[in-house]
């Protein structure tokens, strides 16, 4: 269509009116990662549905499914990218040593329900979903189911990597004993500032840690961070302290013994307290820039999940592959061959 000089500013000027609605306030737009709402809307309609009863009958059978596909979101998203990297199984004919085999993955479980997922996924819609995308909306849905936040908007059309970062995970992922300088420049990347790193840490008011984890708060004396009564209750639970890095050393503590299984506020109140469980999770309520966060969530439930779900959703934004970058895996513990 051609247009007069004077007459084809006005169609600019609207058409530039329209892309900045889509980018800014359209929802469904993509967004800068790439990534839209409802990326299988056409390819598999039902896609979101499948993953949603498959988590939901899981957390019936175990709840702390739910609690796993969390963690397995922040670990796969620190590392590098969300790509479902974490979920590649260890082979020895490809040398492929799997990101779960790394220290910091210690204490994680449940992969194998990853699978029954993925089976129903491709009953359904065949090498059509991709691992990635799979574990970030269990992870939404689990979230929901543990009381957290409902029906956080998560983009999908993440690819899934044909590699295991298992080299780098320790220079991405925290560790729970550091610093919160530490801990907040290694979320920044992410664009999760320090009240996002505050209510994605509330994460830890679902689930439990080992022993192995602990036992340096706990002896030769414990921390005097930590509250005496809770103090006691840890060395009950670890009662030496020589714990190994090994599972089947079932000793294990809570840091939220009232709602263990509800993701709230919990967290932030025990942190007031002095119960905190990991280091890094006590020292948030002492450093300056985010201890005024603590306690704004401590006192504000809607407040805290409101925070926890826009810190989410970037962390499950990070760098992801898409277009022709990566692969859809048909299983997620191998790369396609
Ligand atoms: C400074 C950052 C973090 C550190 C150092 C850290 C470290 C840990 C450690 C050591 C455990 C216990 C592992 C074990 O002994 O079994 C754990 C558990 C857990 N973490 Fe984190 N974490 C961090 C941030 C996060 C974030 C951002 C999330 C999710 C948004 C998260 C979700 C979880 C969950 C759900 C569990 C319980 C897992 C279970 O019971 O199976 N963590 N974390
Ligand atoms: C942190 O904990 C690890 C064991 O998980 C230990 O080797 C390391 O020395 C600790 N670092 C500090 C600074 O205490």
Not at 27 to 38: P, Q, R, T, V
Not at 91 to 117: C, H, P, W
Not at 278 to 289: F, G, I, N, S
Request: contains cysteine.
């Amino acid at each position: 269509m051609k247009m007069g000089t004077s007459s084809s500013l006005l169609p600019v000027a609207s058409a530039l009116l329209i892309l900045m609605c889509f980018t800014t306030g359209n929802a469904a737009a993509a967004s800068a990662s790439g990534l839209k709402l409802n990326y299988y809307a056409k390819s598999c309609p039902r896609a979101e549905q499948i993953i949603k009863e498959q988590v939901r009958s899981h957390y019936d059978e175990h709840g702390n499914t739910a609690v796993s596909w969390l963690r397995a979101l922040f670990h796969d998203c620190t590392v590098r990218s969300c790509d479902a990297s974490l979920l590649l199984e260890s082979n020895a004919a490809t040398g492929l040593v799997s990101e779960q085999s790394s220290t910091r993955s210690f204490g994680m479980r449940n992969f194998k329900y990853i699978d029954a997922i993925k089976s129903a996924l491709e009953t359904a819609c065949p090498a059509t979903v991709s691992c990635a995308d799979l574990l970030a909306l269990a992870a939404r849905d689990g979230v929901a189911m543990l009381g957290g936040p409902a029906d956080i908007p998560m983009r999908t059309g993440r690819r899934d990597a044909t590699v295991s970062y298992y080299g780098e995970v320790e220079r991405y992922l925290p560790v729970h004993n550091d610093t919160v300088s530490a801990v907040l420049s290694r979320f920044a990347p992410m664009g999760v500032d320090a009240e996002g790193v505050v209510a994605l840490l509330g994460a830890h008011s679902v689930g439990r840690v080992h022993c192995f984890n602990l036992v340096a708060r706990l002896y030769p004396a414990v921390d005097g961070a930590i509250e005496p009564a809770y103090g006691a209750y840890l060395r009950e639970r670890c009662p030496t302290a020589d714990a190994v890095e090994d599972t089947r050393d079932v000793a294990y503590a809570r840091n939220d013994r009232g709602t263990p299984m509800v993701i709230d506020n919990m967290y932030h109140k025990n942190l007031l307290k002095g119960r905190g469980l990991l280091l890094v999770d006590q020292r948030l309520a002492t450093d300056p820039r985010t201890a005024p966060f603590v306690k704004k969530m401590a006192a504000d439930n809607a407040y805290f999940h409101d925070r926890f779900a826009a810190a989410l959703v970037k962390m499950s934004e990070n760098g992801p592959l898409t277009g022709d970058k990566g692969e859809v895996r048909k299983d997620c513990k191998f790369v396609n061959s």
